[in-house]
């Protein structure tokens, strides 16, 4: 009897053992499942993925090391789309069924140095706000035409002006690439407030035309082709980055809060956004729109 207690007890502790066993081999090849069709994805965007590795099995956390072609250790602009394409595959991975609890974004120079690493978590919440793509119900005209009436450019010269929809596995929606030319960083000063004013806007509103705007890349050049401001912002995770020459109008972005100042009967524009032109009436409150 006792040897029979003794054989069913050996059984169930097998038994366990091998469920455990397969439960972890079965865990093993999804997220190595995972780190192979997220980095075919990154292949297919031509985006320079050096190495995307395993930090931790449980909770899972990964690495994507991108290449940058800087050889000071500074970011290039080109590093600007790079970067938020890589996030956007890692956040928005649920679509295809794959699942990512955090992952680092690592960007090395030429010579291998660190020269951005950080890391971000993925929460339930953020996964069911981003489990679909954004519906296009407009053709490519309409979409152009519908931006341009959408936009203030002011001055400031349409070089090109492209909407395509996203071919990525699990993408959806459109995507905006805006090149604008100015002559000098004044004039483009001039004109880029009101601009960036009625591009968050159409962020805000692009749904309601049917546009489906799902990322955005816009790119400011003066007359000698210097690069005065380049934003690349992924409307669908919140992904933003952007770089500008010093001096070119930035009160479109939150800074450190300043020393208190006296109090003024004149209407302040909304910190943060991009103030109106002086010829025209401040926007009320209720009327703002987010900086990236």
Not at 21 to 31: C, G, H, P, S
Not at 118 to 128: F, K
Not at 149 to 174: A, C, P, R, S, T
Request: hydrophobic share 40%.
């Amino acid at each position: 009897m006792k040897q029979k207690k003794c054989s069913i007890s050996i059984f169930i502790i097998l038994s366990i053992t091998i469920l455990i066993t397969l439960q972890f081999i079965l865990r093993v090849n999804a997220q190595e499942k995972t780190i192979q069709d997220l980095t075919y994805r990154l292949d297919q965007l031509e985006i320079p993925v050096v190495e995307i590795k395993i930090i931790s099995e449980q909770p899972f956390q990964i690495e994507i090391t991108l290449q940058s072609a800087s050889e000071d250790g500074n970011a290039t602009v080109d590093d600007l789309w790079n970067l938020v394409m890589a996030r956007r595959q890692a956040n928005l991975a649920s679509r295809i069924g794959l699942h990512l609890d955090s992952y680092t974004t690592h960007l090395i120079d030429t010579s291998g140095k660190t020269i951005l690493k950080d890391t971000a978590y993925i929460y339930a919440t953020d996964i069911d706000q981003t489990t679909t793509g954004k519906e296009v119900k407009l053709d490519h005209e309409d979409s152009i035409r519908t931006v341009n009436q959408e936009l203030d450019y002011g001055d400031l010269k349409v070089d090109l002006l492209d909407i395509f929809v996203n071919q990525e596995i699990n993408g959806g929606g459109q995507t905006l690439i805006l090149e604008l030319s100015g002559e000098d960083m004044a004039s483009i000063n001039q004109d880029l407030p009101d601009f960036l004013h009625s591009l968050f806007r159409l962020f805000e509103t692009e749904q309601s035309f049917g546009l489906g705007l799902a990322i955005c890349h816009i790119r400011v050049i003066d007359a000698s082709g210097n690069i005065m401001l380049d934003l690349v912002r992924d409307l669908e995770s919140g992904i933003s980055q952007w770089t500008m020459q010093p001096g070119v109008y930035d009160e479109w972005f939150p800074k450190p809060a300043l020393a208190p100042t006296p109090t003024v009967t004149s209407p302040l524009p909304l910190p943060g956004y991009p103030a109106p032109k002086e010829n025209k009436t401040p926007l009320p409150p209720e009327t703002g729109y987010p900086y990236p």
